[in-house]
């Protein structure tokens, strides 16, 4: 069995980029074809011929980002806006160096984080036996009408990814803050990909959350079109397959590599396959 979003996640950015700093920290970087747009903000910005950086103080990084952002957006450069801050970290370190818009993260190649969880059933054997594969809504701004995962969504700033995990229970699948926190924790997954929108370079924490034979998911936000049971062997031929977004389909096949779903030489080239993408811890 191959899985192609291993190599997809894996891909990096196929087109040049040139880094981006906030002092003097690397937190993403930006395509070369779209350094000049941002010669038009020399106030804020420093564009040399090896980098891009922000030029302002500590307190003025949001506004300044803020501002150039709006641009960006009505130039047609920063598509899907969501209304919703996300943090701007140095990959590996903690601190918070500004927020920036949800959707110019992927221009800006700014480290994201994810949370998404597997929905799944236990059957007699105490094997997992079903899994709760979601369609996403076909008005999805990213993904439209492709399959996913139970629930999945994007950690904004103020939230830790379980604080994500429970809020997205709710929205996505209709189960309280209560259900989703008996989630047990997967892998960190690790992508950086170039995308329509720019670079996604994000870490994904994976959940599993075991449901009740009568327990059925019920979106309520309406960004998921319609949730399907599918049987174990099912779900991974979807997974593995071009309909689930790359995302879902490594949570998916984290959550059968740790409950071993695959037969055992599938398991290990798989597991060889995709070392790269777990985060170390």
């Known amino acids: 069995m191959r899985w192609p979003a291993i190599d997809e996640a894996q891909s990096g950015p196929r087109r040049p980029r040139r880094p ?20 038009e903000f020399p106030h804020v910005l420093q564009v040399h011929h090896d980098a891009v950086r922000l030029a302002v103080g500590p307190d003025e990084r949001s506004a300044a980002l803020a501002e150039v952002n709006a641009r960006l957006r009505s130039d047609g450069l920063v598509r899907a806006w969501r209304d919703e801050p996300y943090a701007v970290v140095e990959p590996g370190r903690a601190d918070v160096l ?38 996403r809504s076909p008005q999805k701004a990213t993904d439209p009408g492709m399959h996913d995962n139970l629930v999945g969504g994007g950690v904004p700033f103020g939230q830790s990814p379980h604080e994500c995990l429970l809020r997205e229970g709710w929205e996505e699948a209709g ?42 998911p019920r979106n309520q936000d ?56 777990w985060a170390p811890g």
């Open 20 to 39: 981006f700093f906030i002092g003097d920290a690397v937190v993403g970087s930006v395509a070369i074809e779209h350094v000049d747009a941002l010669r």
């Open 98 to 135: 500004a927020t920036i818009e949800r959707a110019a993260s992927r221009f800006w190649g700014t480290l994201t984080f994810g949370a998404h969880a597997n929905g799944w059933v236990r059957g007699a054997d105490g094997c997992a036996q079903t899994l709760w594969i979601a369609r």
């Open 175 to 216: 189960f309280s803050r209560e259900r989703m926190a008996t989630a047990q924790p997967g892998r960190v997954i690790r992508l950086i990909r170039e995308i329509p929108e720019g670079l996604q370079h994000e870490w994904l924490s994976v959940y599993d959350l075991e449901l009740q034979p009568h327990e059925e």
């Open 222 to 277: 309406g960004e998921v079109e319609s949730f399907t049971p599918m049987p174990v062997a099912d779900a991974l031929r979807v997974a593995a397959g071009g309909t689930m977004t790359v995302d879902a389909s490594l949570v998916t096949l984290d959550f059968a590599l740790r409950h071993a779903l695959l037969p055992d030489l599938v398991h290990e080239a798989l597991s060889l396959q995709a070392r790269g993408l």
